[in-house]
């Protein structure tokens, strides 16, 4: 199962993040999964709560937004929506296109609570952080 080691690598991102904003503990995980990722979102949801445990997540709760597939089309330059299945253009009915989104997964949000601040160390500005999952 592919996605244990794609939730071991969310977890240290998650962690480095953690690390970077002096996190005493991350809460939430958003991700947001297009259709054709090659990442099953239920496959990945428990294998994020095995991956989870002994990090600073290990307590987080994980939410998975579906992405769209949107694709451009070569021949009107339309970008419209797709399905998986059928990659045509919605504006001209033509079926080269190129893809422009749906196959990604990304880190969309980490929510976490900080440790307290002491006079060495100052509280950073930012309260959540986002990024993509490579």
Not at 119 to 129: D, F, M
């Amino acid at each position: 199962m592919h996605e244990l080691s794609i939730c071991q690598a969310l977890i240290e991102q998650v962690e480095s993040v953690a690390r970077e904003q002096n996190a005493e503990q991350v809460l939430l995980i958003r991700l947001g999964i297009g259709p054709l990722s090659g990442v099953e979102p239920q496959l990945l949801e428990q294998a994020f709560y095995i991956a989870r445990a002994g990090s600073i997540a290990a307590d987080a709760e994980l939410q998975v937004t579906s992405l769209p597939i949107q694709i451009s089309c070569t021949a009107c330059g339309a970008v419209s929506e797709a399905q998986a299945a059928r990659l045509v253009c919605a504006a001209c009915g033509d079926w080269q296109t190129t893809l422009v989104s749906g196959d990604e997964l990304q880190l969309t949000q980490v929510e976490l609570t900080r440790k307290p601040a002491t006079a060495a160390t100052p509280l950073p500005e930012l309260q959540a952080a986002s990024g993509h999952l490579n």
